[in-house]
């Protein structure tokens, strides 16, 4: 079971930057069990959530830093899971990291599944 990122980078401040998280080796099936979101952490700092989506896109959640211009989304045919970044800021520079949770909305550490390795966003200013 592995969770891949992809799409991080170097972009100035007030660029947009689109993450996508596959689960490749799961059925369309499972994948379609799962919330689905992500986390980041910054050097030095604790790893924080960011935004999440339910089994069926219809419901979304962001952390108040993000709201407006981040955008999350998924295509369980494709098993994977999107993060549009727009607007970003020096204070989004992070490591992203992908996450699965079967029970939850993705905003407990502890309830989640499976992370991904991480990909790092860097924003300069």
């Known amino acids: 079971v592995q969770l891949v990122e992809s799409g991080g980078g170097l972009v100035q401040a007030g660029g947009s930057l689109r993450l996508s998280c596959t689960a490749s080796?799961?059925?369309?099936?499972?994948?379609?069990?799962?919330?689905m979101g992500w986390w980041r952490q910054a050097p030095g700092e604790e790893r924080e959530f960011v935004a999440a989506?339910?089994?069926?896109?219809?419901?979304?959640w962001y952390a108040d830093s993000v709201k407006g211009r981040f955008a999350i989304s998924r295509d369980n045919t494709k098993r994977t899971v999107y993060l549009q970044m727009n607007s970003l800021k020096p204070e989004d520079t992070a490591v992203y990291f992908c996450?699965?949770?079967?029970?939850?909305?993705?905003?407990?550490?502890?309830?989640?599944?499976?992370w991904g390795q991480g990909t790092q966003v860097t924003v300069s200013s």
């Open positions: 996450a699965a949770d079967r029970f939850g909305t993705v905003q407990a550490m502890g309830h989640i599944y499976i």
């Open positions: 080796s799961w059925y369309v099936s499972v994948f379609s069990e799962y919330s």
């Open positions: 989506i339910n089994w069926s896109g219809e419901t979304e």
